[in-house]
């Protein structure tokens, strides 16, 4: 099957400013972008309404976490309702800066994942390995891991609206990319767990995509590799770069 090329741009905790934020749009909507690539940005919960606003139609928003409850007091948190309400269709789930600062564990992610589907929104799942973990043999037991709770809180219908972002931790925002050889072997055994798992046909349609200090120069060669379907870019999102990522196939 052929799986739909994914770039997804994570803006964490950025841009500092509601003018940089109009200039970050401004980059996206003036951009040649390829029209065979999916493309869905992440800002801070406080911009998604207004980037939805003045944000070209062919590029999607994402919200960077939301709660597992349709509403009630949790104070600080959004709703997958409240973001389906505000037509926002994606969520990243699981990042390992929500795992490793706010001590998210895997169960949590689940929960939240099959709240967000169950409410309507697609989620970008992340998952990855420390460098110990890299180094003491167990990335692809780590991966799994972590997915392995999402397929038993999922339907396996609803994988459809998964997106998988493998994200080395030690590769996020430390300029140290995983090489593509390291990035296909982690996304062909992920694959390989996911049709075991679940089916043969979730494991082929499934889009697995790299993040881990993404850029301009770097995403050719592992967007080129057979099992690679996509990037999450978090530093090079905020940057012109972010056009040329997500042109990587052209
Ligand atoms: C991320 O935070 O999802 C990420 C991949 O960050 P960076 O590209 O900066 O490594």
Redesign the pocket.
Known sequence: MARKFFV?G?F?MNPATREQKRALVKILNDANLDPNVEVVVAPPSLYLISILEILRKDVQVSAQNCHAKASGAYTGEISPQQLVDAGVPYV?LG???RRSLFHETSEEVAAKTRAAIDAGLKVIL?VGETLEEREAGKTQAVVQAQLAVVVAALEPAQWENVVI?Y?PVW?????K?ATCEQAQEVHAATRAYISSAISPAIADAVRIIY?????AKNCKETGNQPDVDG???????LKPEFVDIVNTKR
């Open positions: 997804g994570n964490k990243i990042h390992s800066e992340c972002a994200e590769a996020i925002g430390t300029g990319v993040g881990g200090s993404v850029n990037f999450l870019v978090g530093g090079a999102s």
